[in-house]
């Protein structure tokens, strides 16, 4: 079964404002990724957190990770068009050697 | 530096046929995967392979799935026969990691499977 679940299932604001997807987990992890898929296309890597990490910034990509609540957020701050696509965390379980997909955030961005 | 290669992109088969997939990972990475992804829904992993060696098949579909990766490189799925319920996007990837730990997968775009 998948690992994480996302939230919201879809997403749809305006280009310049920023969005915000939510990721829960369920079992202790060693890290946490992003990846964004457009439409029709494989999945591209956004960001990396490890487990003992709290924040991290990617131009204006921000990944927050809360451990003792089993969750993730992902931040795109000034929208673009270009930023529509799906968006999935993937958990590498303690103990796995490979990454379980959530179910994935639709975001819209429109110009 | 080259992607991960993958064919076809789009196949179409009746139920009870059979089809091949074939994955070529990014040059030096050890670790390659299978994932399969419905429609809305996330990738699930079928397979992983650490250089020729199989790490994990335990969401393998052993009756009807089978995958090899001869001499560490490239890979072939194969599903005989095919259900309705297989129809999905086939996703290879590829990892220069090799321990314990997942790091950054790079994808390819991915084979399309209609069964009809």
């Known amino acids: 079964s998948q690992q994480g679940e996302e939230d919201p299932q879809a997403l749809s604001i305006q280009e310049g404002e920023n969005a915000t997807m939510n990721c829960s987990y369920k079992t202790s992890i060693n890290n946490l990724q992003w990846y964004r898929q457009n439409s029709g296309r494989g999945l591209v890597h956004l960001i990396l957190?490890?487990?003992?990490?709290r924040e991290k910034h990617s131009g204006r990509l921000r990944v927050t990770l809360d451990t003792s609540k089993k969750s993730s957020s992902l931040l795109i701050t000034a929208s673009r068009a270009a930023d529509t696509a799906s968006y999935f965390c993937a958990t590498d379980q303690t103990g796995a050697n490979n990454l379980f997909f959530g179910t994935g955030t639709r975001l819209t961005v429109i110009p | 530096e080259a992607g991960v290669a993958q064919s076809p992109r789009y196949k179409i088969i009746e139920k009870r046929q059979s089809v091949a997939f074939w994955c070529n990972p990014i040059s030096g990475h050890a670790t390659l995967y299978w994932y399969q992804q419905i429609l809305g829904q996330g990738p699930k992993l079928l397979i992983q392979?650490?250089?020729?060696?199989?790490?994990?098949d335990s969401q393998l579909p052993k009756d009807r799935f089978s995958a090899e990766r001869l001499k560490g490189v490239d890979s072939t799925l194969k599903i005989q026969p095919a259900k309705l319920e297989d129809s999905a996007v086939y996703l290879c990837?590829?990892?220069?990691?090799?321990?314990?730990?997942?790091?950054?997968?790079?994808f390819g775009e991915g084979s399309r499977l209609t069964v009809l």
């Open positions: 392979f650490q250089n020729n060696g199989v790490v994990d």
């Open positions: 957190i490890r487990s003992n990490e």
């Open positions: 990837a590829s990892s220069p990691v090799g321990s314990q730990v997942a790091g950054e997968l790079f």
